[in-house]
């Protein structure tokens, strides 16, 4: 089971840019799909964005079109989650999850939870 650590997360005003790194301890990610979900006090936990191993595919959800960005290193070490135009609503946990299944968008298929990353957005 791979193992994920988060990172890049922190206080930004409405309207700036964090960038969240996902990396496995000891191995590459190249076997992966790589999702990011987070969780805001009180609600659920949402499927923010997913990449397909190769990376050709990619999926985001509607609140977060237009504004994240999620990609790959070339090396397969890195997945990152580029997080532009942030507003309030945007301030959650943000976990990465790994799918070694095959690609899907449904947030079910996805483990190996990392711990999470803050990340904050004041107005």
């Known amino acids: 089971q791979v193992q994920l650590v988060e990172s890049g997360g922190g206080l930004v005003q409405a309207g700036g840019s964090l960038r969240l790194s996902c990396a496995a301890s000891g191995r590459t990610l190249s076997s992966y799909h790589i999702g990011w979900l987070r969780q805001a006090p009180g609600k659920e936990r949402e499927f923010v964005a997913a990449?397909?191993?190769?990376?050709?595919?990619?999926y985001y959800t509607d609140s977060v079109k237009g504004r994240f960005t999620i990609s790959r290193d070339n090396f397969e070490i890195t997945v990152y989650l580029q997080m532009n135009k942030l507003k309030p609503e945007d301030t959650a946990v943000y976990y990465c999850?790994?799918?070694?299944?095959?690609?899907?968008?449904?947030?079910?298929?996805?483990?190996?939870w990392g711990q999470g990353t803050q990340v904050t957005v004041f107005s």
């Open positions: 990449i397909s191993r190769s990376g050709s595919r990619t």
């Open positions: 999850a790994a799918s070694s299944a095959a690609w899907s968008s449904s947030p079910t298929d996805f483990g190996s």
